[in-house]
Every structure is written in C-alpha cells, then in structure tokens.
C-alpha cells in the first residue's frame, strides 16, 4: 500500500470530515466542480509514483525491505538526497502548472524536523507516526500559523485564548486542544494534519507550545476553505487556474482530543522554536525547489510573447528578458547551493545551509514584483483588454480575433500565451502567487532575520580589524 | 442641454451600435449587470455636475455666453487652469474608487491636442467638433492604439493592412477608413469615437495617417469588449470592482465612412507625430492625476492594516510605510508641478510640462510593483487566504469569522479593509491596475524616451566643460 | 560695510584664532596654501556681491533704509523669497565647482530657524545678532552635531560629560559651555559660529540644551581642521578639488566663556527639538539647492564623455543617461516645489515645507550611488587608469597621451572631462561628496522619519476606509 | 627555480625595461618609494609559495617530474581544481587588502584560456610558453583592451590604426606590431606580457587579429604608468593604500618585434572572439574568487564601526547589515556555485560555468555602489570629516583626539577602523575598487551580454508553451 494511485488518493478522502466552502458544508468532495480541482491537482502526488517518467524520481526503495514507497518520504542524509527532493518537487511542481502539490511535500517536512530535533519518547512518537504516514503513503497538510489576533501581544496576552492553538486539559489517555490556525494549505484534501507551533515561545506561553497530528475526520475540527480564487475558470482563458488549484482553509480545533500516541510537544515551551524552526529549515527549501517552475515560466512566457509580438531584438525588451533570466538563474543556483552545502544534525539528519536557503527564498521573493513588471512589459496591454473564453468560443468572435491579434504568431497562440502570463501575473492566480511570493513559508522579513541569525561573522570581523590594524 | 444628467447620459446610449460581449451580440446595453457597473461609473462625471460637493470643480461658465459646461471641456490657458483639470480628475477619481471615469477625461485631452497643433480648415472642423462635445456634453472616448500585428514591421509592411486603421479611399463627401484598434477605453458607452493617429509615420506610411471622430452607432463600427474580469463581484468580497468597472474594445472599422467635415487629418504622414504627441501631453497628465487617488488608496489602506493587525509600530512596517508615503507623494508633487511648469503652445493654448509629466507618470508606473509588495507586505497572507462573500452572508460562518478574525480591530472591518487591498492588488481588478501601469497612457519605456526627448542638455553640458576647464 | 569685499572677508580672519591642521597650530592662515583654497572658495559669497551678473541674486535691499546687504541674510516671508534663496545658493555653488561656499548659508539657515521657533528675551537677543551679522556681512558657521560618544546613550550617560557641549556654570554675566562639535563645516574660515543642540532633549540633559554664538577667535576655542584630502592637487589631475575645498573641524570648547546676550538657550530642554529642527528645516532647503549643480554636473558629464568616446548612440548609454536626467530633475522639481508650498511660521517668517525638502533631499541620497554607478558607467576605465597631470606636464609624454588618448574628442579634452568626472566620483574630493550625500544635513533615515512625521495621513487613511466601506 | 622567492622576483625587475611614471622615465624601479609599495604587493604571489600557512594552497606539485611549481599555474581539469585556485586568488588577495595580486593570476587566465582554445602549430608554442612561465615561475601581465579610439567606429575604421594593436608586418623571423594597450595591470612590474584580442573581429580587421608575448623590456615596448593614486600614503590615515597598490600603464608597441615561437595569433579574425572569450571565462572567475575578500570587508568594517559606535542594536543599521551580508553571500554562493558546474572544454581543460559566473559578477558589479552607501552610512560623517596622519602623530593633538572620538571603543580603534573604510570607500584607493568594479574583467554590460548569451532557453520556452497549452 506505500504507493497509493491517484484513485486511492481520492477515495481516501470520504470520511466524515467537516469542510465548509462558500458558506455551506460541503456535502461531497470530490463531487464539487471547485473543490475537485485541488484533489486532482494534488493527485499528481500520487501519479508520479506511476509515471514511467518521473518513477525513478518519486519512488524510493527500503535498502532493508526493499518495499517501495514514496521520495518525498525519504529521510535526507546527504546533499544529494536533499537535491533529488528538490528535483521531485520542482519536478512535479512543473507538471502542476507552478502550483505545488504539497500533499506530501509539506507534511515530510515537519516530519523530518521532528524527527531532527526532537529526543527520547517524543521522537518515538514521530517515527512511529512517520513510519504510518510513509507506509501508508498519506497525504499530510500541515498547521502552523495562528490567526494570532493582535499580534502585538503575546499568545497568552491574547483577549481571547483561542486565537492561538492552546493545550486546554491533558488526562492519561491525551490532551484536548483549542483555537485555529490560519492558512493552512491542502488540509481539506490531506488524509491527516499535522500542528506545530508558530514561533519561539517563553514560559508565559506553555499552554500554546504544542504539537500534535490528527486525522482530516476527527470530531470537534472544522475547516472553512478560503473563497479566494473561487468561480468558474474557461480553460482558454485560464489555461493554468483552470486546471490548478489549492485550498487554503481557516482550521478551528473546537475541544478536540488528540490522544498520546500523536501528541509530539505539549507545554514544553523551550522546544516550541526549536521545532518551528527546524520545519521552516526544510520548508524553505521545498519553498525555493517549487519555484523554479514559475521563475522559469516568467522566463520562457516573456520571451515567447516578445518574439510573438515582434520585438525580441527590441533593446528594452532584451534587457529585460535578460533581468528576467538573471533572477530566474540567481534563485536556482542559491537552491542548488543550499543542498550542496547540507548540513547534518540530530539522529544523522541532512538539512539544507540555513543561510543559503534563505538568501535563495530572499531572492527570489523580494524581486518578484519586479519579476512581474518585466514579464508584463514585454506582454502589453492586451494582458488585461483581450478577448475571454466565451468570445474564443464563438465562431463569429473568433473570426474577427484571429484577424486582428494575429502578429509575429498566430492569433489563437498569441492569446494563449497572453492568457497564460495574464493567469501568472494579473489574475486572481497571479495574485495568489504574488502574496505567496511575500508570506508563504516565512515572509520577506522573517528571511532577512533568518540570515542574520545563520551568518557567521568571524571571519568577516577578524578581517576588517586586520584591514585596520587593531587585530 | 451643456450639462446632461447621468440618467440622460445613460439613455444616450440607447442607439443602434454594435457591440460583442463574451461571445455574443449585446441587445440591451444597459441591462446587462456587469455592462451596467460600467455605465454606471462613467456616470460619476456626469453626476458630480450636479453634486453641490463638487459643482464649483465640475462646472466652467462661458465668459461670453454665461452658459454653463462641463469643466472638463475648459480648453486650458493656463497652469491653473491645469491644477483645476488635475483635481477635478483627481476627485472623480477618487469617487470612482480608484478607476477614473473617463469619459469626458480622455476625449477633451484628444480635442486639446487637435485644437494646439492643427492649423487651417482642420483646426476649424476641430474646433466646430469640439463645440458640439461641449454643448451636447458629450461621452467621448479616443482609439489610438492599432492591433499593430508584427511590431517589427511598419504599417504599410504589414502582411494585413488592416492591422493599422487606414484610408481605403476618398471622395467629396468623405472617406472610407477600415482596420482595426486596440484597448479602447470606454467606447462601448461612449456616444463618440475619435481616431488618432498612434505614432510618428514615414511617406509610406500616408494611408495610416488618419484622425476623425464618428458617432460610436455608425454603421460598420464594430466593438469588441473585453471579457477581463468579467463575472458577478459579490460586495464584501470586491469593495471596489464589484462598484467599478471600466469596458475596453477590440474597435473594428470595416469601411466606416467618415463625412469631411468629421475628418480631421487624412493621409499627411509629417502630421501624425505632433498630433498624436499633443494628445500624449494632456493624456498623460490626465493619466498622474486620476493615479493619485490609487496610490493615497497604497498609502491609506496599508497604514489601515497594519494598524488592524497590531504591527503599526514593528521598525520593519514603519519603514514600509514611509516608502509609499515617498512614493505616493513623489507622485503627487512631480504633477502638480507638471502644472506649474505650463507651456502654452498654438493658439494659446496652454499643455502640462511634458517632461515634468513623464517624470510623474514614470515615477508612478516604475514604483507601482515595489508598492504592490509593501503594501501587500504590511497586510498579510490573508489577502489570499481569507473567507469570501458567501461565507460572510452565512451566519453559521460569519460567527466563526467574527471569532477569529477579529484583530486590534472587530473581524468585519478587518476583513473589509483586507478585501479593498485585494481588490486593488491580487484581483482581477488589481492585475488591470498593475497593466494599466507599465502600459496605459504610454509605456514605461515611452515616458524613459519622452523624458531624454523633453530634455535641455545644454545647461548641463556647459556646466560639464566648464568643470572641465573646456568651456 | 554691509557688503565686504572677498579681500575683506579675507583679512577678517586674521585673528587670534586657535586652528589645528595636519598636526601643527596654524600661525598663517591666509599664507597656507591648502587652507587658502577653501578660504578662496568661500569668498565666493563675497564676491557675487560685486559681480555684476550675480548682483541681483545676491544683493538684497532694506525697504526701510534702503541699505544694501548680503541676499543670503534676507528672513524669507513667501515662496518667491525661497525660490530666490534657493536660486542664489544654486548659483554660487556652480561657480564653485559644486561646492556650496556655506559661510553665508548656514549662518542664515540657523539665524532664520531661531528667529521663527523662540519668543521673548531670547529672540530679542538673536535678532540683535542677526543685525549685526547682517550688518557687518558676516561669515558665520555652525556648530550642531556633537562628537556623541556611545549613540546608545543619552547626552547625560555618557561617562565623560564633554561628548555632548554643556553649560557648566552660569553667573550674571554670561555662561560658561566645554565639550566637542564634530565636522563643523568652514568654523576654520568663519568669523563667527552659531552652536545648536544637536537633537530633542529631555529633562535629565538639561545642561545640553544650550545654544549660543561666539567670535571664532573666542578664547577657550580650538578649531582641528580635518586633514581628509590634504596634499597638493595638480589642477590637470584635479580640475576641481585643486580650486575647491571646504574645511570641516573638530570644535572644541574648553570651558568657553558666552555673555549672555550671545545665549539664545541655555537648559530649556523643551526648546532643543525646536530649534534643532528649525535650522534643520532650512538647512535641508540649502542642502537640496546646492546639490543641483552636482545632479547637473553628473548629467552634463555624463553625456559629455559618452559622446568624447564615440558611444553616445548606444542603447544602454542612453538608458543610463536617462536614468541620470530622471535623477537629476526629479530632485530639481522636487526641491522648487518645496518652495512653492513655503509654510509660513512664528514671526511671519516662511519656510520651505518640510514634507517636500524630505523627499527632495532623500532623492538625492538614495539616489546618489546609483548615479556615480551610472556616471562611471558611461566614462570607462580611464577614470582611475589615466595619465597624472606630471605626465600632460611632460612634453615627451604629452604627445603619447595626445596621440592615444584621443577618441571622439581631443585627448586633451577627453583627458579633463574624465578628471573632472574622476574628482567628483573617484577621488577623495568625490568621497567627500558621497559620504556628505548619506550624512550631511542629516543621514537619510533622518530623512524618512521626517518624511513619515510630516505627512499628514488623514486623508489617506479615510480613503482608504471608503474604499472598504468602513466609514 | 619554479618557486622563486619574493627576493628573486623583485631582482627579476632589473632590466632595460622602459617604464615612465609622473611625467618621467624611472631609473630605478625597486628605488622608487610609490612603485615599491606595488612591487611588494606583487611579491605576495610569491611570498606565498614560501608561508607554511598558505603553502598547501600555493604550490602544486608535477605528478610526473614531482617537481613543485606554483598552484596558480596548474592548469584546471575539474571543479576541484577550479575550486583550489579560487580559495588562493581569495587567500592571497585577502593577505593583500582586498587588492589582488594579479602577476600569476591574470597570465595564467590567459594561457588556460589559450591552451584549451588552440589547436595545431599554434597551440605547441602556447604550451612551450605556458611550460617557460611555470618553470621559470614568472611574472606575467597581460594587455587586451586597446585604446580603441572612438568606439563607434571599428578596429579597421578609426583614423589612426594604432589605437587598435596590429601588425605591421611579418617575415620568417616574425612579425611586428605597433598600437597601444590601455589599462595593463601590473605590466611595470611583470616579467612578460601576454597580449590578446579585445573583441570578436571580421575579415576587414584581420591586422588587429593578433595575440603574442613579450618579455617587458623587449626593444619599442613603452610602458606609462597611471599616476592615479599617486603621492605619499600615511599608515594610519591609509591603513590599506600605503601597503597595497596596483599598477596600471598604456601600453606603447613602437614597431615591436615578436618571433614566431611567441606569436599565438595572427590575422586570424575568426580565432580573435574565442581567444579573447576564453580568456574572459578564466579572468572574470578569477575576479569574483578576488572580491570576496572585499565583500566580506564591507560586511566586516560595517558590523565593527556600527558597534564601536554604539549603534549596532539600532533597526536601521541591523537592516543595512542584513543586505550587506545578502551581498556578500550570494557573491559567494555563486562564485562556488561557478566552480561546481565547472564545464570541460578542449584538451581536457575545466573552465568555470560561464552563465554562473557571469552571474556572480554582475550581482558583485551592479551591488557594489549600494553596498558602499550602507557601509557609509553605517560608519558616520567622520569617514571625510577625521583627523588625519600627522594629526595622530602629534602628541598634542592625539589627546584631543583619544578624548573625543573615543565611543563604544577607543578613539584609536575606532579612528582606525574609519579610516580602513574610507580606503576602502571614499578615498582615490575606494574610487579605484568602484571603478574596477563598474569595468574591470568586462563590463557590466558585458556580463549581462554574456549571461544572455550562456544562457539556454530551452527548458523555459518549452515551459511556457506547455503552460499556453500550444506544445
């Protein structure tokens, strides 16, 4: 069963799960036109384990068992498992039209954190809860980030408790939780969930330092899917959302129990930044490996339209392509970098350089607006005054479209291709990868903060005292 | 009748013209709901003729006559005269949510242009032209830019000559033009078209050299509007877009005849430059002076979040915040300024400093996305992530919104003020901006070109050498 | 008397003065040749006021008396007084090679500012020094940034007490002040200088409030000139650091007698914001002014090497030139506009509008690298490659540069427009023009927080709630 | 004889060689004090090979012969080895204050570069050659960029021939050449010189296709020394610049002689673009292995001087540091990254990933100026406003100094530190690292030229088109 199909995938999602979306509960799943979207875009999770293609990549073997079962559940100990997961996911990310599929990508990660940092009878806890996700080749979202209310103040300073996900009693059999987490992706699709605290936390805040993982189902869990993005998407005129999708849901835990055996911290608030931060160490990194697709596309789009509109040799427009590239270039080999400089910690657990990692998620994130810009520049206006699905479709329309915006291409590429960087860059989709780009995984700041922490600056001070004379 | 009423205005449009939306012929242009909320924006600029609020900026009086007119057809003689055009923009504008109306904006920048630099008989059908715009308070919009196929190729290399607007022939009564434009704003509930010219044109270029205004129902005038952001916009979840809507057309001329006294420049290639840069004078300033409510919208909505959020004072946002004030009112003083610096050309006419102008507009349009990052930077991830309108008109939801995301501010501000960012920055609505920035009104790289082109280097290079000691 | 001569103001500052340079006590000032250059250098401000093309700009008339007097001390009432402040400063900073001459500008900054912000005895005392600096045409320096010691702690922290100046004692007859003032720019070459605190003060640094003026040659008061690019400069090698310069001392004040109708504030801690902020407030207007014969010198030479080197046509020369003209005339409109929005304050005293002068002056610093970037960019290698003036000094070598170095140009044109341009970006005096870029006048985050206190965000803020419908 | 010691080297300079410095012709190169400070700069190349500190790095050992020779000329075949002569060029021009050495590195640049391009007849004398410089551990410079004139005319157009080299004329000896180079770095103080190409050439400037080698003092070779950064350097107002300095001459060819043995190329035009590229591919990895030490100076002196300030903790300079370690570590990653994706070209020798370090350069070239506003604005006005050599040198003065710019460290560290930075960024040493920056190893614009040219646009085209949905 370690390699479940995409079918398996899907069936596994009918439980009893309480998902809401567009203000109703969501009675069948799989049966709503939106909502399946996202399961079948993080289906592909499970196709490339049986793709002749990518198999060699998304399958990993047990040297003692020698049972198959999936990549992105292997424990990294070396530079080069860290770049073939980089590879499966940029892989896999590519197939999905710029949109990772996270189902199993984000679960490993808090997994491997845990398994890095965590000792004694709590890491017993994880493997054993590693060893089902893997062998039952689980789709796994995880929760970290409160809704935080005002964040000026501390979890436990909050008005209301619950605004951060909070131990509220524990027995012999388990604990009980309350509070919910904001964005947390593909929850309403995963099998299981896994919570971790949000950020470093003191002794004032011992109650919110937990971490845990429970099954989609479990009683007292509510999942409010975001509407953003919501509505009917014409594939000619969407050729990416269309096909593409992931859910964001507001995830409240109203009392619910989690019993021992899945509880991995529970007010040990030392360890609440320890384990924040070892899932960011590996998160970031999934982070920069699924963004080589959409650097590419801004690429391979910009100079697609350019060429269509016949002005590739145009010196503004190659200047720009040629940012384009710089960027684009920059951010892989700072990812690259990362994992080529993997370090090894806890229990013989590889993760990528901190620093790197975030000099790569910094790169690519604070040029992403400019990214934009020049990918814009060389499309024009008609990005946002060009015809839509149902004008392509009738023929009278599209008679008079495919005259007049044929160029240095025929019309119906030319539009393609216009739609294409309109769905990347100028849409609802754009604009969900923009403010990921911005906050996902850590914001521009939070990346900032991590290098200064990951910098050593030894021999950069010892050198400039030497440069003055005072060493 | 020189100052129409919005209902008057929208019962003009009742005529026989063809317009296309989403596939099909529209029949009742007013009925349709998503065509209404353009109709009904463009309406502001007839509206605020009435609004006590706003007459003294809406309404110029006839020195002569005493009549009364639409201000914004007050031929400029001066730089106040100019400061009073940019704040009447500026205030519909900023009615407008943003989005400027246009309707009666873009067609006097067209009619300033022909009045300032055409001579002779043209001048005087100019002139009689715009007295019927003035007196019949007119919507106008303006079709400059040709569909242009292979930009590479000029237009009388074009495999289809009708990929640039051109005179087919000429006769006592009139000529016949065909071909087709581009991102025409407004048109489809505009009562008039006038035809520029889109660039500079060679002798063999002359066929394309043509500028004339038609009614918008003359027969064999066809438009095309855009489906960009077409669909319902529920309120809660698009403040702005779902109130405010602009129509762009793919505009078809197929053998439209133009009577003489319509016809305004036809076949003089040495022409097509100037008017199409006079034009460019006004409409360009036209163009900083609506974008000021937008980038107050930067300045206002961040420093309104961050506030909600609890993190006014984190050094990081502050910092952020200070760099749209920069922005905005960088912006903000290069037009003013633009004004200040008045020119009066032909006829005693008086234009906006272009150089002055470009610097705004470039200004503007090159800091648009670093100033979509900070904004979106200041509010969060759940500009992508959060409830949509559905959820909040069930009321099982909304107390679970209202719970949650309530922050140092109740959850419904919060989330109203969250959606007016998306709209203006990860929307549909958002992307139009965003195009509308690098590309309306000219490209970046054409303000770069105007500026260099506007500029006196002799100062400058006198200074240089007598640095130098060379002078 | 109330316009010296420049051999006046010359022989003015033979006195009993104690200046320090290069190690040893100055007994000869005016014999000194590196100390006569900047004395040369500011007699600049005399001189204008018998030249007969400058005259107008620099001479200012009492409309009671009808006495003729030094433009730079008239007290600004309205826009147009600024304007020609500003106009004048520009003007005399371009003859001096971009360079401002200061002696008279700083002087006024400080005496306008302290007229405008205190009431009672104490402006009574500063305008009786400002008639007599007015009267006698004074050249009068400032002394505001103390040497500060540890910045992490206040004036009063500081564990020697002398880091900030300080009153020690006070009797009937006047005050006696000790400590240190940093980078006091022409104190050297002044008659007089005016001493402000340095910033905002609270109760426990009361002794620091204090500001007085006193005669340079005031016993207790030792001047070390900085001995930053010192050394002789050959005028080919050096076209203008070798005729322009400005000294900058370490002022220090052992226990320095002030009588009291030379005390403007003495332990008014509530009053040291205030008039800090005053001068701060014209000084900036100054700063920005004589900066535009720099931003013009970069644009100038710039384009002026481009073409001397045959590449004036290139594409990305001419990107770079347009990036420079943006630069330059942003800072220029921004620094006029300043004027234009002049605010009227105490006393009926105008001054430029603080938000504005911000913006202008942190263009100028956040742009200043680039644009030595640019301007380098645009010269070549040659810069810091090229011949010394011993090497145009020698005929056998002369006819080698003659022959080589020329290009587009005459070698020996080529040859000083790059010195030229070498001083200004590469050499010691073009490091000196940086480092006041980022520092002088105030550093630029100064400038961000004065930007983000001047902004009035009422406005912003409601349009931002309309736009959410929250209003 | 392969290692020679730093004695040796210097010795070899004794020759007939004609060398001009300051308008005349130097006698006694190793007498003159200003030159010397190059001479012993250069002589680290060779002190290396002698330190039992560096000496694994700096001396390579024959697998064959067993014979050691030094590191610099052991021809690359793999990452490693790219690798070890990246950690030297960085190792030994830290030890030299940012400034490289350059006398091995450059020429040694050049032989792989011509090794792996040659073939035939051609390619034996390089080798012959390269074995000569090895054994004999020579000193080598090498010449490529021509005068050239005026730029917008080519080799073969401009008025005078000799502002391109060229040949004269050839015979069974060999050929002679005359014209000039410009900006040879250390030719004054090399023992041979390699001349090369500056560009890609076309039939019409088959005279300028010509690459050969010259000992220095070979008979019509006129070497004129820039005077840039002449004159004396104190220690502690120039802690970097009185120890370290690089020479730079135009280089004069009257009609020089060259044997055959020594001839690489001639009239070859369609050789001239790859020899002059493969050059380019060693030089500019060599350059950003040699900025590394002068990015982590920027980080270095900017930490120190921000603490002995006492404003470490402060938001703003913890930002500026933040960016300057972005900086610096992603010059480095791809410096690295460079190496790592080493290609292997003809004869089985490794080359650095031409797009990855163009990359690394253009990050360095076009951050360079910005990473100097910060280190400035970190350091504080005293960088151009301190005391300088003499000053600390009197006992006098030095008290006054020590009391008052004492901080958060002693005045004497922290005078020292501030002078270090304004070597390294205000000072006519800091305008010679931003020049080199702008310029040297190609421009910026010629690495963008080259990074468009590396790069391979077929995965994201593909991408693109499969996003569109027209693969």
Same mark, same amino acid.
């Given at each position: 069963?370690?390699? /479940? &199909?995409?079918?398996?995938?899907?069936?596994?999602?009918?439980?009893?799960?309480?998902?809401?979306?567009?203000?109703?509960?969501?009675?069948?799943?799989?049966?709503?036109?939106?909502?399946?979207?996202?399961?079948?875009?993080?289906?592909?999770?499970?196709?490339? #384990?049986? *793709?002749? +293609?990518?198999?060699?990549?998304?399958?990993?073997?047990?040297?003692?068992?020698?049972?198959?079962?999936?990549?992105?559940?292997?424990?990294?100990?070396?530079?080069?498992? !860290?770049?073939?997961?980089?590879?499966?996911?940029?892989?896999?990310?590519?197939?999905?039209?710029? !949109?990772?599929?996270?189902?199993?990508?984000?679960?490993?990660?808090?997994?491997?954190?845990?398994?890095?940092?965590?000792?004694?009878?709590?890491?017993?806890?994880?493997?054993?809860?590693?060893?089902?996700?893997?062998?039952?080749?689980?789709?796994?979202?995880?929760?970290?980030?409160?809704?935080?209310?005002?964040?000026?103040?501390?979890?436990?300073?909050?008005?209301?408790?619950?605004?951060?996900? @909070?131990?509220?009693?524990? *027995?012999?059999?388990?604990?009980?939780?309350?509070?919910?987490?904001?964005?947390?992706?593909? &929850?309403?699709?995963?099998?299981?969930?896994?919570?971790?605290?949000?950020?470093?936390?003191?002794?004032?805040?011992?109650?919110?330092?937990?971490?845990?993982?429970?099954?989609?189902?479990?009683?007292? !869990?509510?999942?409010?899917?975001?509407?953003?993005?919501?509505?009917?998407?014409?594939?000619?005129?969407?050729?990416?959302?269309?096909? @593409?999708?992931?859910?964001?849901?507001?995830?409240?835990?109203?009392?619910?129990?989690?019993?021992?055996?899945?509880?991995?911290?529970?007010?040990?608030?030392?360890?609440?930044?320890?384990?924040?931060?070892?899932?960011?160490?590996?998160?970031?990194?999934?982070?920069?490996?699924?963004?080589?697709?959409?650097?590419?596309?801004?690429? #391979?789009?910009?100079?697609?339209?350019?060429?269509?509109?016949?002005?590739?040799?145009?010196?503004?427009?190659?200047?720009?392509?040629?940012?384009?590239?710089?960027?684009?270039?920059?951010?892989?080999?700072?990812?690259?970098?990362?994992?080529?400089?993997?370090? +090894?910690? #806890?229990?013989?657990?590889?993760?990528?350089?901190?620093?790197?990692?975030?000099?790569?998620?910094?790169?690519?994130?604070?040029?992403?607006?400019?990214?934009?810009? !020049?990918?814009?520049?060389?499309?024009?206006?008609?990005?946002?005054?060009?015809?839509?699905?149902?004008?392509?479709? &009738?023929?009278?329309?599209?008679?008079?479209?495919?005259?007049?915006?044929?160029?240095?291409?025929?019309? /119906?590429?030319?539009?393609?291709?216009?739609?294409?960087?309109?769905?990347?860059?100028?849409?609802?989709?754009? #604009?969900?990868?923009?403010?990921?780009?911005?906050?996902?995984?850590? &914001?521009?700041?939070?990346?900032?903060?991590?290098?200064?922490?990951?910098?050593?600056?030894?021999?950069?001070?010892?050198?400039?005292?030497?440069?003055?004379?005072?060493?």
């Amino acid at each position: 069963m370690a390699l /479940r &199909s995409a079918d398996e995938y899907r069936a596994s999602l009918r439980d009893g799960r309480r998902i809401w979306y567009r203000g109703r509960p969501v009675t069948d799943l799989l049966g709503d036109p939106e909502l399946r979207v996202a399961i079948d875009h993080a289906a592909l999770d499970y196709e490339v #384990g049986h *793709d002749p +293609v990518h198999r060699d990549l998304a399958v990993a073997k047990d040297p003692e068992s020698g049972e198959e079962y999936s990549a992105y559940y292997m424990v990294p100990r070396s530079s080069d498992d !860290l770049l073939a997961r980089s590879r499966l996911i940029e892989t896999v990310t590519g197939v999905g039209g710029t !949109l990772v599929t996270l189902v199993k990508e984000i679960g490993s990660d808090a997994l491997f954190g845990l398994l890095r940092v965590l000792d004694g009878e709590a890491r017993e806890r994880v493997a054993a809860y590693y060893q089902k996700c893997r062998d039952e080749d689980l789709a796994v979202a995880v929760a970290q980030t409160d809704v935080k209310g005002d964040r000026s103040l501390a979890p436990h300073q909050q008005p209301d408790p619950d605004h951060y996900v @909070h131990v509220v009693s524990e *027995d012999s059999e388990g604990i009980v939780v309350r509070g919910a987490k904001n964005h947390t992706s593909v &929850s309403a699709n995963a099998n299981e969930i896994i919570v971790l605290p949000t950020r470093a936390m003191g002794p004032d805040d011992a109650d919110f330092a937990v971490s845990f993982a429970v099954p989609v189902d479990t009683p007292g !869990l509510s999942l409010y899917v975001s509407g953003y993005g919501a509505g009917e998407h014409h594939e000619f005129e969407h050729p990416i959302s269309s096909k @593409h999708k992931m859910l964001e849901t507001l995830t409240v835990f109203d009392d619910v129990f989690v019993p021992w055996e899945r509880v991995f911290l529970c007010r040990q608030p030392e360890l609440a930044g320890p384990v924040a931060l070892a899932f960011v160490d590996y998160h970031r990194f999934t982070a920069v490996s699924y963004k080589l697709p959409l650097v590419d596309a801004f690429v #391979g789009t910009a100079a697609l339209i350019a060429e269509m509109n016949g002005v590739a040799k145009v010196g503004h427009i190659r200047e720009k392509l040629t940012h384009l590239v710089i960027y684009a270039e920059t951010v892989r080999a700072l990812t690259e970098m990362a994992a080529l400089r993997a370090q +090894v910690g #806890g229990h013989g657990i590889a993760y990528p350089d901190p620093m790197t990692t975030n000099l790569a998620k910094y790169t690519f994130a604070s040029g992403y607006h400019h990214a934009l810009e !020049l990918v814009q520049d060389c499309s024009g206006g008609l990005l946002v005054t060009g015809p839509g699905g149902d004008d392509w479709d &009738s023929p009278e329309v599209r008679s008079v479209l495919e005259k007049y915006y044929s160029a240095a291409a025929p019309a /119906r590429e030319r539009l393609r291709v216009m739609n294409a960087i309109a769905d990347l860059t100028t849409r609802d989709f754009g #604009g969900y990868h923009a403010v990921l780009a911005v906050h996902a995984e850590g &914001s521009i700041e939070a990346e900032k903060k991590q290098i200064l922490r990951a910098y050593e600056p030894g021999r950069a001070i010892a050198y400039a005292k030497r440069l003055a004379g005072i060493d």
